[in-house]
T-cell receptor, first 113, second 110 residues
């Protein structure tokens, strides 16, 4: 059974702080993804990674960076958190890059004050 | 790039009725179209998907149809039950990623 875990369910940070969101998957998947979910806007892709140390920008990469040092772990970094980054962040992983099921983590509700 | 439009944004039905959610996409090269269900407070989970070499796929009470010429696909839920209440997302693949629709909130009242 695929398991995708995220480091925190809820997180409150102050404007300007550097924020790290971590995601771990246990299925040896090559591909990992970070989305943000906002009401009425659906799931929007921030970054994805198709291999260790490889990354690609998604639709809304501005203000974010990512790190993938190990196959099972994919980190999302907010270099200087802003209030408009208050959102639900979902991590996912998959065996194939696009035409395959994505397994989602439980999400991290980030509030930036 | 790929754009996915999903309608309606909200849908309310009585238990036992059918529900239909429709999506259109823009990239004719897309070949994979999944549907995800997200219950309140939970993670999205794949419920059914379809590839471009078939026009319809069924799994018990849910079915998906695909019209590649018109570039639209639909989710059909028959005999709806209260546990079908959730947000449903359609998506289309771009070759490197999935582009999701904005979601449909389905409410099934008993």
């Amino acid at each position: 059974d695929v398991k995708v875990t995220q480091s925190s369910r809820y997180l409150v940070k102050r404007t300007g702080e550097k924020v790290f969101l971590e995601c771990v998957q246990d299925m040896d998947h090559e591909n990992m993804f970070w989305y943000r979910q906002d009401p009425g806007l659906g799931l929007r892709l921030i970054y994805f990674s198709y291999d260790v140390k490889m990354k690609e920008k998604g639709d809304i990469p501005e203000g974010y960076s990512v790190s993938r040092e190990k196959k099972e772990r994919f980190s999302l970094i907010l270099e200087s958190a802003s209030t408009n980054q208050t959102s639900m962040y979902l991590c996912a992983s998959s065996f194939e890059l696009a035409a395959n099921e994505q397994y989602f983590g439980p999400g991290t509700r980030l509030t930036v004050t | 790039g790929e754009n996915v439009e999903q309608h309606p944004s909200t849908l309310s039905v009585q238990e036992g009725d059918s529900a239909v959610i429709k999506c259109t996409y823009s990239d004719s090269a897309s070949n994979y179209f999944p549907w995800y269900k997200q219950e309140l407070g939970k993670r999205p989970q794949l419920i059914i998907d379809i590839r471009s070499n078939v026009g319809e796929k069924k799994d018990q009470r849910i079915a998906v149809t695909l019209n590649k010429t018109a570039k639209h696909f639909s989710l059909h839920i028959t005999e709806t039950q209260p546990e079908d209440s959730a947000v449903y997302f359609c998506a289309a693949e771009t070759g490197t990623a999935l582009i999701f629709g904005k979601g449909t909130t389905l409410s099934v009242s008993s």
